[in-house]
């Protein structure tokens, strides 16, 4: 069945906040529909983006002296790997994993927002129609991170094997964690990288490759029915992560949302399949400071009509299966700029559910 978000708000994982339980007040109080926990990247090396979801990754080496992490891989690491492997399939084997993935767990270390916002929602003792979790892709994850030599991991199969596995169990982890307060899970898999694809940069990365290893996260996510979302803040070719199988787009809107329409054949099979859009249509930037509830309900509008001419779908229906968020993170920002990114969220998705008959 054909899940009806209806516009309702949700936001990327960064805060600039050092204080955790300031960071809750402000996603409990702009997110009644899907709250998510605060990634708090102030709060020092282990809260950065890829480094946040290394924990428990074999021969993965913080060095915090240079403010860098790295693999090892030189050496034997068959046996390191060998111990990955069977924590790996005693819990994602298809017929006999147990689903328990603990072993890739996101410990207090790693993320102070992650036990203070389960022990929230412990203490309110009530379901949410959605809980939003999130990772770093596999591909910003193994084409950001390097192995000792600074060369990037994505470009050594056997560990960027590891990544990926890796990041599907942490889904999986975070899944099951949340799930008991949620009607139903959103697991963003962050993959910033992807607005890069096809430059010289990136240019021995193939489509295929892309296609496969966002595929296998998915397929993680799905298997304990959870929601999969790709957030990807920059252009990039939004009929890869169609064909990897996501339920959710999420797209900078306000700077790129009419790129999404460059695809019409594909995105309406997917719109009309149940995908969903969540249109990043809130600035993560000082531009939110010339913003109002109005300024954005119209970009808003204007992008779901355009999306609607280009595919002949009904916009009521994009609508109905819509959310949304910030076009990005906030955690590059100073506080009193993100604090007013979830103020607008706060008000808009109220705004355009209302004036949209949602």
């Known amino acids: 069945m ?5 516009c309702i708000a949700t936001a ?14 402000i996603i409990f109080g702009a997110l009644p529909d899907a709250p998510l926990w605060p990634q708090l990247p102030k709060q020092g090396l282990n809260e950065q983006m890829e480094i946040q979801y ?5 021969r993965a080496v913080i060095d915090r002296d240079k403010g860098r992490m790295y693999f090892d891989t030189s050496g034997d690491y068959s046996e390191d790997f060998a111990l990955f492997y069977e924590s790996y399939m005693a819990a994602m084997d298809p017929s006999e994993g147990s689903g328990d993935c603990s072993a890739m767990a996101i410990s207090s270390e790693f993320s102070k927002g992650l036990p203070e916002f389960e022990s929230r929602l412990r203490k309110e003792g009530r379901k949410y129609p959605f809980i939003k979790v999130q990772t770093t892709g596999p591909c910003s994850f193994a084409l950001t991170i390097t192995d000792e030599s600074k060369r990037a991991v ?28 949620a009607d139903k899970v959103i697991c963003f898999i ?13 240019i021995s990365v ?9 595929a296998e996260v998915v397929e993680a996510v799905h298997s304990d029915s959870a929601i ?3 957030h990807c803040c920059g252009n990039t070719d939004w009929s890869i992560l169609i064909d990897a199988g996501v339920d959710l787009i999420n797209l900078d809107a306000f700077s790129y949302g009419e790129t999404i329409a460059l695809y019409p054949d594909a995105v309406s099979g997917f719109i009309t399949s149940g995908g969903l859009i969540a249109w990043g249509i809130v600035p993560t930037s000082i531009a939110i400071r010339e913003q109002t509830v109005a300024s954005l309900a119209g970009r808003f509008m204007d992008l779901a009509s355009n999306l609607a001419s280009k595919t002949g779908i009904d916009r009521q ?42």
Not at 170 to 176: G, V
């Open 228 to 230: 999969a979302g790709v």
């Open 190 to 202: 962050d993959e910033p990288i992807l607005s890069a694809f096809g430059s010289s940069t990136y």
């Open 154 to 181: 994505y470009y050594n199969e056997e560990f960027r094997d590891v990544v990926v596995k890796a990041l599907a169990m942490k889904c999986r982890w975070q899944i099951r964690k949340f799930a008991p307060f």
């Open 206 to 214: 193939k489509r295929e490759e892309v296609v496969g290893l966002i």
């Open 12 to 25: 990327i994982g960064s805060f600039p906040h050092r204080d955790v339980g300031k960071a809750l007040d």
């Open 54 to 58: 290394s924990e428990g990754m074999p």
């Open 2 to 6: 054909t899940i009806k978000t209806k």
């Open 317 to 358: 229906l994009i609508l109905e299966q819509s959310l949304i968020t910030p076009s990005c993170g906030t955690g590059s920002l100073g506080e009193s700029d993100a604090e007013a990114v979830f103020d607008m969220l706060r008000r808009l998705s109220p705004h355009v559910r209302e004036t949209s008959g949602l």
